[in-house]
């Protein structure tokens, strides 16, 4: 039997980390073994490189996504290993996504490491894998030790990396400057005003479709939110932005900020509690944004609590915590999460890893459809930032989806059937790019 996955993220405060210190170089990649730039089919009829053309050249937009039908056994075996400054439950989800990746890329899984949010023994431990002859990493230290992480990843030109949860940048400043710094080193992740956007649309939808007769002033949004985050606090603010567009006001407009409380499901229930106490006389109908698990089923908890649920929708960028609800039984307010599988997020991490060992691929020049025109790095760097597919967890359809991730990266994290699902129903990739990626004319 398959395990079902047993852990609620506490959550995705981790992407909303930024790097904060000044690092212009380079980091360094090994030298190509292959050529970047294309080749004709082999004459034994095995593909040159994964995902690649038909004429046999290599594609920079899908070389890190797994290949089933390339041969990676006929290349060099690499040591790759996942450290961070934290031990929790994402991280360890997403540690347990890399493992089970490693042997499809040929790797050796060398472990999961955490610092504990030690920095210092972050590099400590960093040293001890360089020195252990580990050549690959996927790397998420403090955001303030990046500059330190990447000056000793370029000591070792033979050697490549990735972080997961944070952006990489400089975390300098000033005008035109993006927020959190220029970018240092290819990211993989998402959009978060976006995120913010399509969960406020989901909820906008909802009162639509269960509560079309009542008017937008008699219905209270509350936005759950960690402030001093500014990826997260995108979130928020596309909530609020499109809810002053709709609504025409603000008085009903509710910000459930976390800091003092805990990025937890105790700090979520301690910061919604007495907002909704407080305006449940006035308002019967609420609409959460959730921003995380641990926060959306905090809101959900309290509004079940004050009789608020048939009357309510909470919707998030997350998931796992919805998906074990529903798997329990357990419905409530919390009713949607706009969700990427872990495995789904680890797999070009991982392989783009395993792209700059093998010399396809260099930060610079890895998915260059995904450069954005205006945030690319400093002095004629281009950084990509490679965005992932989501989908909504809705309770007719998330076991389908699940089961379908297992079936893509050949795992067995969901303990769902199989039966009816075909591995072309979703896509690992993101298929158009946005259009802020390019240039205004």
């Given amino acids: 039997m398959k395990k079902a996955v047993a852990l609620i993220l506490t959550l995705v405060l981790a992407l909303t980390l930024f790097a904060c210190a000044s690092n212009d170089k380079t980091p360094s990649s090994p030298a190509p073994t292959q050529s970047p730039t294309g080749g004709a089919p082999a004459a034994d009829g095995k593909k040159p490189y994964p995902n690649c053309n038909e004429d046999g050249s290599i594609n920079l937009d899908r070389i890190a996504h797994y290949d089933p039908e390339y041969d990676y056994t006929q290349n060099e075996k690499f040591k790759v290993t996942y450290i961070t400054q934290d031990g929790g439950p994402l991280y360890q989800q997403s540690a347990a996504a890399y493992e089970h990746w490693a042997p499809l890329f040929n790797m050796e899984w060398a472990g999961f490491i955490s610092s504990n949010g030690d920095a210092d023994l972050y590099m400590t431990s960093l040293q001890n894998q360089l020195d252990q002859g580990v050549r690959g990493f996927i790397l998420d230290p403090d955001s303030t030790i990046f500059p330190a992480v990447a000056d000793l990843m370029d000591a070792y030109p033979d050697c490549a990396w990735m972080s997961q949860m944070s952006a990489p940048r400089d975390g300098t400043s000033g005008e035109g400057v993006p927020p959190g710094g220029h970018m240092i080193h290819p990211y993989v992740g998402f959009d978060n005003y976006d995120a913010g956007v399509q969960v406020t649309n989901k909820l906008l939808q909802w009162k639509e479709e269960n509560l079309p007769d009542v008017d937008w002033k008699d219905i209270a949004f509350l936005a759950m939110a960690f402030s001093t985050s500014p990826q997260l606090n995108d979130r928020v603010t596309a909530s609020k932005d499109i809810w002053l567009k709709t609504a025409g006001t603000l008085d009903n407009f509710f910000i459930a900020d976390c800091v003092s409380t805990g990025i937890n499901l105790q700090g979520g229930i301690e910061a919604a509690t007495p907002i909704i106490t407080t305006n449940a006389s006035r308002y019967k109908y609420w609409l959460v944004q959730g921003l995380i698990d641990d926060f959306a089923i905090a809101a959900a908890t309290v509004l079940d609590q004050q009789g608020l649920t048939d009357n309510s929708c909470v919707a998030c960028f997350g998931g796992s915590g919805l998906q074990m609800q529903w798997d329990a039984g357990t419905q409530n307010a919390f009713r949607y999460a706009l969700f990427t599988a872990q495995n789904l997020y680890a797999e070009p991490i991982i392989g783009a890893v395993y792209a700059f060992l ?84």
């Fill in 358 to 441: 093998m010399g396809w691929a260099t930060p610079d020049t890895i998915w260059p459809s995904w450069v954005k025109w205006d945030d690319h790095g400093t002095n004629g760097h281009t950084y990509p930032q490679l965005r992932l597919p989501t989908v909504w967890l809705e309770p007719d359809s998330y076991k389908h989806y699940l089961e379908w991730t297992d079936m893509y990266a050949k795992a067995n994290a969901y303990d769902y059937p199989q039966e009816g699902i075909n591995l072309d129903d979703y896509s690992p990739f993101v298929d158009k790019v946005p259009d802020d990626y390019k240039k205004p004319n």
